[in-house]
């Protein structure tokens, strides 16, 4: 058995959706990769946004009405720093992001810093999902590892210029922390036992193990149809 892989919020999710899917899909690596065209889009959308921030790039009329945000952060005195990867031990120390050790990391889209507090925006080209807990786990890593008072963490969602903010300081950082540990001993707990039972969901009908899951052909072939 390899040993625990190191965890970021995108695994975390996938293996709260399904824990089969996760294990068959990420862990083992069963089935290839698949760039499709959202995808595709919404890494050259990251692509322009990193580079405007590096370098001030001109940015394709789509997405001109994002440099301000970004020019106002740059003009406030904040140090800005775009496609940040941050990782952290079990303990909450520092590590590098492909550190042995790293237990939790994550690559955020952009972070602007001063001596006090942070703000984060993760750059959304997909549909509208506000669940605090990917920008919860960013926010901690940053509160932890650079000591500030506060962290302002939001998702921009580019598609309906539309945005969810969420904030860390030093009253909620212990509760997040609490929240984080006890979904990622559950992943452990099972990785050790190597048990990983099926969760279905309409997402079954699109997930790469259909055809091997008797749970999620079940769910196409007789709760999946109902639906429709």
């Known amino acids: 058995m390899k040993p625990f892989p190191a965890l970021s919020p995108s695994s975390i999710a996938d293996f709260e959706g399904c824990p089969k899917r996760w294990h068959e899909v990420k862990i083992l690596k069963k089935y ?60 909450w120390d520092p590590c590098g992001f492909w550190d042995k050790n790293c237990f939790l990391r994550g690559k955020v889209d952009l972070v602007a810093v001063n001596q006090k507090q942070a703000i984060l925006i993760d750059w959304k080209t997909g549909k509208r999902k506000p669940d605090p807990f990917q920008l919860q786990i960013y926010g901690a890593i940053l509160y932890q590892l650079l000591s500030l008072e506060r962290v302002d963490a939001g998702f921009a969602w580019l598609k309906t210029q539309e945005s969810d903010a969420y904030s860390i300081t030093a009253e909620n950082f212990p509760e997040i922390v609490t929240d984080i540990m006890q979904r990622t001993d559950k992943m452990r707990q099972m990785y050790e036992q190597q ?26 072939e007789n709760i999946g149809r109902r639906r429709k």
Not at 204 to 216: F, G, H, R, T, V
């Open 32 to 91: 290839p990769f698949v760039q499709t065209e959202s995808l595709t889009y919404g890494n050259d959308v990251h692509e322009k946004l990193e580079h405007y921030t590096k370098f001030q790039t001109p940015l394709p009329e789509h997405l001109e009405y994002v440099a301000p945000v970004i020019d106002a952060l740059r003009e406030g005195g904040y140090v800005l720093v775009a496609e940040l990867e941050l990782g952290i031990t079990k303990d």
């Open 195 to 220: 048990d990983f039972p099926a969760r279905t969901s309409p997402l079954c009908c699109w997930c790469p193990a259909l055809n091997d899951c008797k749970e999620a052909i079940y769910y196409k």
